[in-house]
């Protein structure tokens, strides 16, 4: 590893922990280098608060030395006044004059701006350090960037046999305790979860996060024809709620309906809805029908598969067949096989 991959690995590791808070801004992460040694980090901690740049530079004790130091930060410095000003401005009034960057930034606000301020400033600037890492942390930030719509991850668990549910829709505990732990770590990460009526009608779920740590995600459920009764637990003033649906509701304290005008392309006006509503990325829960939807329009980003060794033994709800996807990856949590697949 070279040195400017060993800051640039420390830059990574410090944006990570911004993963959860954030969003939907990037994860960033920023290290201040003096003759080989770090004199100073920070990170973008929280939305609408100060950059992984002005937080690291703020940690330097003597700031004589910026202007002989390298400032490695994981993303392209900002150009732009959003909730703070732009960053490329603030490193050159620093006196910095080398900076290392591992992804340009896609925000059409910046995209390239930041750099070429440096630029023109005088410093030296080497990008790309690192960049497929930067590429995977922030993959949420630059699909949503890139395509426009929430970063897509589908879930469900299914028998050994390949069923989601039993006859009915009838729901039944298919995956183990960790699996179940993990999935609520899950919903931590992403910023808004969805299911479709019929998993809302038959689980009742809550959809909150239970057993792990952090936010719990916005949650969102279709609705076409408003079949889900006020009393189940999703229109309870708990969290807020997203309901997309073809007709007319007033909204309720916590859970706003929203109508979208037509069937055809009800997923398409769905995802433009939530990248005008700033929702970064989405945990999509099912149930089969809604999956499939995404499946078949190939719009989703992840797939994230709990198999189970059970069986169930009579017929149930088929789970979506993914054939021919490569797996990326497989792992073993109790009872269970979970399998990833990206879509590349
Ligand atoms: C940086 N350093 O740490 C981050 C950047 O509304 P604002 O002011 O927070 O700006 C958000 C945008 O700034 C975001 O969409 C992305 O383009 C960039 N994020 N830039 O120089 C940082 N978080
Ligand atoms: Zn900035």
């Not at 490695?72 to 080398?98: M, N």
């Amino acid at each position: 590893m070279s040195t400017d991959e060993k800051f640039m690995r420390r830059a990574l590791d410090l944006a990570s922990q911004g993963l959860g808070t954030a969003r939907p801004n990037p994860v960033v992460g920023c290290v201040v280098v003096h003759q080989n040694k770090i004199i100073g980090e920070g990170w973008h901690k929280r939305y609408g608060e100060p950059h992984a740049e002005v937080n690291a530079i703020a940690s330097v004790q003597n700031q004589n030395l910026l202007p002989h130091s390298k400032v490695y930060v994981t993303l392209e410095p900002c150009s732009h006044y959003g909730k703070t000003p732009p960053c490329a401005d603030f490193l050159i009034e620093k006196g910095v004059r080398d900076v290392v960057i591992c992804n340009t930034d896609p925000n059409p606000l910046v995209a390239g701006r930041g750099i070429q301020k440096l630029v023109d400033a005088g410093c030296k600037v080497h990008i790309g350090v690192l960049e497929q890492e930067g590429l995977k942390l922030n993959r949420r930030f630059f699909t949503f960037q890139q395509k426009k719509r929430p970063y897509l991850v589908l879930k469900w668990a299914e028998s050994s046999d390949g069923f989601i549910a039993l006859p009915n829709c009838q729901p039944c505990q298919i995956s183990g305790p960790s699996a179940h732990k993990l999935v609520h770590k899950w919903r931590t990460e992403e910023q808004a979860i969805m299911i479709g009526t019929r998993t809302a009608l038959s689980d009742n779920p809550k959809l909150n996060v239970r057993q792990w740590p952090g936010q719990a995600p916005l949650r969102i459920a279709i609705d076409k024809k408003l079949q889900i009764p006020d009393s189940h637990h999703l229109l309870d003033d708990s969290l807020p709620t997203l309901i997309y649906t073809l007709a007319e509701k007033p909204s309720l304290a916590q859970t706003e309906f929203v109508k979208l005008a037509q069937v055809e392309d009800f997923l398409e006006q769905l995802l433009q809805d939530l990248y005008q509503r700033n929702v970064q990325s989405v945990l999509v829960e099912g149930g089969t029908k809604l999956l499939e939807a995404f499946l078949q329009k190939n719009i989703w980003d992840e797939i994230r598969v709990l198999k189970s060794k059970t069986t169930i033994l009579h017929e149930g709800v088929q789970a979506p067949t993914l054939s021919g996807r490569p797996v990326i990856s497989r792992g073993t949590l109790g009872n269970d096989e979970i399998i990833f697949y990206r879509n590349v």
